[in-house]
């Protein structure tokens, strides 16, 4: 067996125990009482809700679990380094005052 096929098996059975489990408890709560019979409509519709956001969420973590691959983490890229940038952090001294000449021409705030 494939290793993303053994990876798939555990959320399905997951998100399957979770919408039975959902689909039960819908179907006895929404009976209203024991004399009436029991809402299996209620009990499906909740079964695959449950069903299709517990699979989402699984999902969405082996999404995040995965790492991304070497190569994209690196390159040049434009402005990596934010000292470079006009404006940017070497352009600022160590109280976070501009560096250089102001820029408003007169030197007065306006």
Do not use: Y
């Amino acid at each position: 067996m494939s290793k993303s096929a053994r990876g798939v098996k555990g959320p399905l059975i997951f998100s399957a125990v979770l919408g039975a489990v959902a689909g039960i408890v819908a179907m006895v709560v929404s009976t209203g009482g024991g004399t009436r019979e029991l809402r299996v409509d209620l009990g499906i519709t909740a079964a695959g809700i449950a069903f299709i956001a517990a699979l989402v969420v699984c999902a969405m973590l082996m999404m995040t679990e995965k790492p991304n691959a070497d190569h994209l983490g690196k390159g040049t890229g434009i402005n990596r380094s934010s000292s470079k940038i006009p404006g940017g952090a070497g352009n600022v001294d160590k109280d976070g005052n501009p560096k250089g000449p102001p820029r408003g021409g007169s030197g007065s705030p306006r």
